[in-house]
């Protein structure tokens, strides 16, 4: 929590230190009320007093009142203002760190987790000081001031108090000791919550297809119940607080008047009325320090949630993403004049506690507008290999060199610079045609691109006739994932948004799949006239798509078993001309 706290800005350092003043003046205040209430009851109790002389400490004590709303109005709007401030902070600073991390680390914690941890767990902080910052100024100087003003008033009721003190002390704590662990579940239930329901409604249609409604609603009800059942246990402890803290105080009051009674009986006469009035300024101060601790309860309420999101929200805030790259690159000097060269030396990558290594010794050199094709089984490494040049995860062994650089030594703007990477599924974001093509170029580069920019990379892309026929073309809306568009149309879009960067580098992981033949066949035409230059590394499961490759490497559970071209690779490879007798005739082959 302190860790976090430490986020807030100079601005509400000063917010809080003006809410502590005026919260001392509240107190202040409040505690001056029962000093007039002694005067007005010494003066009830005496003969001769008028309905002027009580009209005066009267009209003060409702004065005081007046003030100490006024007061605790503008603590409250300050108070407001900070909680807001800060979680819109924690909210920012925890969506860039989450954007700095690399797949690895977001699998570490998984995207249901982030995303409660992001929201609610920050929701819980924002509760927490709007509510607590406070009781937590306000409760030790009620305490301290009150206790200051009843000491020496009486050994008896001051006893009295501290019994109660110290009995609402135990209460507290055993109820935090009962509460904390079962939040810290409470966080974690909620994650599964989430889980569940963002699996169900992504998976919905499959859902529905298979009928598989009530297992679904099944697995829910399992996390609901547990959740419900854990913030029962909880909330049903805390609901103890109130009717705990009634007992403890009304008992208070009860002995404050039962000792003030029996001390009142054996006094002297001389001595009943000051002691009469010793006894209601008393209680008046007593309650004031039950009030502290009320307060104090407030904080224990909110304290043994807060604690855990404080944690939670910590621990996404401190990871330290696994994939690091330099500040900058300006001063890189490449040892070519070239561009888009890449060249992977015994490559190896080893999952994270995988048993084997997905991929084993890959080495090749891709030159400048040359296309090099990776094929294989499902699961041989085609996709890792072709995410190393991305740095989704950094290699277990060998190195792999962009225009002769080591990938490790460019800064994340700059290899991103070089790269268009199309991925397997399209990934397309609820906006327009334009904005998701553009997506951040504005930003990047400091002007969008162009209409006619953006037309050509779909004319390339084969996208352009059907963006056309849209009613809105380019402004047409995308739905969150692209669903108003079909699977190979977002394909499409995709590739477009990879070229009209014009990159050196494309990267195109089994993107086109989802394209018919003859879709498939004009875009590669396209892309080997309009993009010679560009480097293309390629990832296909069709031999059509990559036929024409300068080099065609077959990789067969991570391992290289051929590298070559198509007809080389045909003639003399067998993993390769398997792959090819199951998709092509030999007539189709030999053409
Ligand atoms: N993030 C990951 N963590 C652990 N193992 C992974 C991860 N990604 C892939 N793998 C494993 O690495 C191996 C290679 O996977 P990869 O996705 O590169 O295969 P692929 O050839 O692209 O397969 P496909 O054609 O089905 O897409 C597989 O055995 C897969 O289970």
Redesign the pocket.
């Known amino acids: 929590m302190f860790k976090l706290l430490k986020r807030l800005n100079m601005h509400e350092y000063q917010m809080i230190f003006i809410s502590v003043i005026f919260i001392a003046l509240q107190v202040w205040l409040e505690l001056k009320i029962p000093d007039y209430m002694s005067v007005l009851t010494q003066k009830l109790e005496s003969s001769g007093t008028t309905t002027a002389d009580i009209l005066a400490p009267g009209l003060i004590m409702l004065f005081l009142s007046v003030l100490s709303v006024i007061a605790s109005v503008i603590v409250g709007y300050f108070v407001a203002k900070i909680a807001a401030g800060f979680a819109a902070r924690l909210r920012k600073d925890s969506f860039t760190q989450i954007m700095n991390y690399a ?1 690895q680390d977001i699998k570490q914690f998984s995207v249901p987790s982030l995303l409660t941890r992001s929201t609610n767990d920050i929701t819980q902080l924002q509760q927490f000081v709007a509510m607590g910052l406070q009781a937590i100024i306000k409760a030790p100087i009620t305490t301290i001031w009150a206790i200051t003003k009843i000491a020496g008033k009486g050994w008896q009721w001051t006893t009295a108090t501290g019994i109660a003190v110290a009995v609402l002390t135990i209460m507290l704590t055993l109820m935090l000791l009962l509460v904390q662990p079962k939040f810290k579940v409470v966080q974690k239930l909620t994650d599964n919550l989430n889980q569940i329901t963002r699996e169900n409604l992504t998976g919905i249609k499959v859902v529905h297809a298979y009928n598989a409604e009530k297992y679904q609603s099944d697995k829910l009800d399992q996390a609901n119940s547990q959740l419900t059942n854990t913030n029962l246990f909880a909330y049903r402890v805390l609901a103890l607080m109130n009717p705990g803290m009634s007992l403890i105080s009304s008992t208070l009051t009860l002995s404050v008047y039962t000792i003030g009674a029996i001390v009142i009986n054996q006094a002297a006469q001389a001595q009943r009325l000051p002691l009469f009035g010793n006894m209601i300024v008393f209680s008046s101060y007593a309650m004031q320090v039950i009030m502290g601790f009320l307060l104090l309860s407030i904080i224990f309420v909110l304290l043994p949630r807060v604690t855990v999101s404080a944690n939670r929200l910590n621990e996404i805030l401190n990871v330290e993403p696994s994939i690091k790259y330099p500040a900058s690159t300006r001063n890189l000097q490449t040892s070519t004049n070239q561009k888009g060269i890449i060249e992977f030396k015994h490559v190896g990558l080893k ?1 994270k506690g ?1 048993e084997s290594s ?1 991929l084993t010794n890959l080495s090749f050199k891709a030159q400048q507008g040359q296309t090099v094709a990776f094929i ?1 089984s ?7 290999a072709l995410q190393l040049i991305l740095r989704v995860h950094d290699a277990t062994s060998g190195e792999i060199l962009i225009d002769g650089k080591d990938i490790q030594e460019y800064s994340e703007e700059n290899l991103n610079n070089k790269i268009g990477y199309i991925p ?1 599924r399209a990934v397309l974001f609820s906006g327009t045609v334009r904005s998701n093509i553009d997506l951040g170029e504005s930003q990047n580069k400091h002007s969008p691109l162009t209409d006619t920019e953006i037309l050509t990379a779909l004319d390339i892309a084969q996208a352009k006739d059907f963006v056309l026929q849209k009613e809105k073309g380019l402004d047409e809306p995308v739905a969150q994932h692209g669903d108003n568009f079909s699977g190979g149309q977002k394909q499409r879009l995709a590739i477009t948004r990879a070229i009209a960067r014009k990159p050196e580098i494309l990267l195109f992981d ?1 993107s086109f799949s989802a394209l018919d033949y003859a879709t498939d066949r004009k875009l590669r035409d396209n892309l080997a006239q309009k993009f010679k230059n560009v480097t293309k590394i390629i ?1 296909a499961q069709r031999i059509s798509t990559i036929s024409d490759a300068d080099q065609i490497i077959v ?1 067969d559970n ?1 391992k290289v078993v051929g590298q070559g071209t198509h007809e080389q690779l045909l003639k003399n490879n067998k993993v390769y001309q398997e792959i090819a007798y199951s998709q092509l005739s030999k007539e189709e082959l030999a053409k």
Do not use: H, I
């Open positions: 797949s999952y995988a997905a294989g499902t699961g041989s490494g085609k996709s890792t397997q089994d990832v990789l991570g």
